[in-house]
Each structure stands twice: as C-alpha cells, then as structure tokens.
C-alpha cells in the first residue's frame, strides 16, 4: 500500500514540474510577442470634407430634383468635381408647403416655388386660368394667390413641372375594366383650352391600350432630335419621361420655348414675368445617365440667375457630359390623347 502511494506521489510530482514548465513556456512566448514591434494604421479622415461632400449629395435629393417617384442615395451622373461648381444656395419649397403670410413680410427667404403634377381626383377645375386650378387644388385662397403673384411680380421664380396624372381606377366598367373612354372625356374637358395667368396652355395627354384592373406596366417617352431655340441649353440632345400611371397630361407653355420636340411642340419653356420668370417643363427623367434631365435642370438654374443677355460660351463642361444614347426609343410626333402602345 505505501508502495502505491509513493508511485502516486512521484507522478504527482512529475506531472507539476511539466505543468510549470508549460506555463512557463507559455509566459516566455507571450513576452516575446509583446516586445515585437507592431504597425499602426492611421487614416487621415477629413471631417470638413466628408461634411462638404454629403451636403453636395444631399442637394440631388431636394430640389432642382422634383419627382414623384425619387430615388434613394442618388449620387448623380456627373463626377462629384461638377457639383462643387454649383455655388447656388436655392431656397425652394413645393407650393403646398408654403406659408404665404410669412412669404408676404419677408418675401426673399424662398427663392423658388415648384410645383409638382396633381391627381385627377384632387385636381379642382374652377375656371380656364390653370394658375387658380393649381392654387386651389392645394387650397391656397385668392388672397394667397394674390400674395404669390405679387412675389413673384418682384423677382420670384415659378417652377411648373406638373400635369394630371389618374390611376385609371377613377371610373371602372359594370365588368370591373378601366372606363378609358370615361376618363379620356374628363381629362379633356378639364384641359381643353386653359391659359396660365395670359398665357395660353398647350397639353398633351398619353394613355394606354393595355389596362386591366390587376396593372399597368410602366412606359417609357423619348424625346430626341431636340429643337433647342437658346444656345444656352445648347449639349442637350435627348429627354425622357416615364409614364408611370395609365393616363397622364402634361402642361405647357408655348411662349417662351427654349426646348421644343422635332414636331415644333413645346417642352421646356421660361416666361419672364415683371421682375420674375415663370418656368414650365415637362417631368423628364433625371436619373438616366443616358439622358439629360438631370443636366436640363442643372442649365434651367444657372439660366433663371445669369444675366438677362448671354454672351458667354455655354458654361456646362462637356467633359462631363452624359453619354449619348442612339438606341433611345423614338415616338410619332406628340398629339392630343396620342395613344402610346
């Protein structure tokens, strides 16, 4: 039995002494790695410039990007250099959001007012003036009406990018279809000869063949071979709208065109008004690097806060220019409920 233990005993006292000297070996490797020396990355972040840059970006979101289908962290076509040559500190609002009294005491805080397109059931048909029909669809009053004509009178900018767009669903079949006969009738009494303020209206109104209460696919306009009437948007070679509900018109302005389609139709155009101007154009794409509406808007700025009379070169650098898209889709020249296959 003693025999046993001491056995015991010496292996006891053997497994110690390689127990210690595992740790100790293990000691000694984690000194040896702490007396290495080690390489520390230090990137330089420059705050002001990140800042700088996001705000540049932020920009894309807001206006002169008016839409009613905008995109998420939209970074733009162009490289980042040609925004930070946009100097333009614009303060715009859309019309609905705008407080027309405080507009009336301090009329520079807004330098742009823009409107965008209206739902055929919220559209408020009162008269053959299109500025009232807009006001009141947003329910601004006469006396706000009054007020926004008098700022813009003084040097403000009206921005119309808008139209009535439907659903489709406003008037169905006893058989549950889209009644386009119905909605075609309504839409065309409610644009038929309009003027805005003195100026007469062209519209111009798609629809499709193809609707059926389960959905619409999407279409897409191309305008191409451009009329351009002031060298100044001189570089834009092609426009495109996507028709994203089944019927939708768009309102004009021919006086005033410095954008016409190939038919002579007028797509973009600027009415100075006393002290002010008075923009209209139709909701072109501005995401498609193969076109230009993002340029468009870009040019539509700089020409509303230049001088009355150019003499300068075109300012746009054609280095950054969008690539040209020769394969873009060509339509038959524009007409009243053209009928879009």
């Known amino acids: 039995m003693q025999k046993k233990i001491y056995f015991l005993g010496i292996i006891i006292f053997i497994l110690s002494i390689f127990g210690c000297s595992g740790k100790d070996q293990m000691l000694n490797n984690l000194d040896k790695s702490l007396m290495q020396s ?80 209206i739902w055929l059931e919220n559209y ?20 706000e009406q009054a007020v926004l004509k008098w700022w813009l ?18 008037k169905l079949t006893k058989y549950g279809r889209v009644n386009l006969k119905f909605i075609k009738h309504r839409i065309n009494i409610l644009t038929n000869n309009l003027h805005f303020i003195n100026f007469p209206v062209s519209t111009v109104t798609y629809v499709s063949k193809y609707i059926s209460i389960s959905g619409y696919t999407p279409k897409t306009i191309s305008f191409n071979n451009l009329k351009i009437t002031d060298s100044f948007f001189n570089g834009l070679e092609s426009l495109k709208v996507i028709l994203r509900y089944p019927v939708e018109t768009f309102f004009s302005i021919p006086e005033g065109a410095v954008i016409k389609d190939r038919a002579g139709n007028p797509l973009v155009s600027i009415i100075p008004y006393y002290e002010g101007k008075i923009i209209f154009l139709f909701p072109f794409e501005y995401v498609d690097s193969y076109k230009n509406g993002e340029l468009l808007r870009w040019k539509l700025l700089q020409y509303i806060y230049s001088k009355p009379h150019y003499s300068q070169p075109d300012i746009v650098n054609t280095d950054y220019k969008a690539k040209d898209n020769s ?15």
């Not at 408020?124 to 006396?143: A, M, P, T």
């Not at 009178?153 to 406003?170: D, H, P, Q, R």
């Open 38 to 117: 080690t390489t520390v990355k230090i990137y330089d972040i420059n705050l002001d410039k990140l800042s700088r840059t996001q705000g540049i970006y932020k920009r894309l979101h807001e206006f002169p990007f008016i839409s009613t289908d905008p995109m998420l962290d939209f970074k733009g076509n162009f490289p980042i250099e040609f925004y930070q040559t946009k100097n333009y500190h614009i303060n715009a609002a859309d019309i609905k959001d705008v407080d027309f009294w405080k507009l009336r005491d301090y009329p520079f805080i807004l330098d742009v007012i823009y409107v965008k397109p």
């Open 124 to 143: 408020k048909y009162v008269s053959k003036d299109l500025f009232e029909n807009i006001c009141y669809s947003y329910n601004i009053s006469k006396r």
């Open 153 to 170: 009178k003084n040097g403000g900018v009206l921005w119309v990018e808008s139209g009535i767009y439907a659903t489709g669903f406003e």
């Open 327 to 341: 394969t873009g889709e060509k339509i038959k020249d524009n007409k009243t409920l053209n009928e879009i296959k």
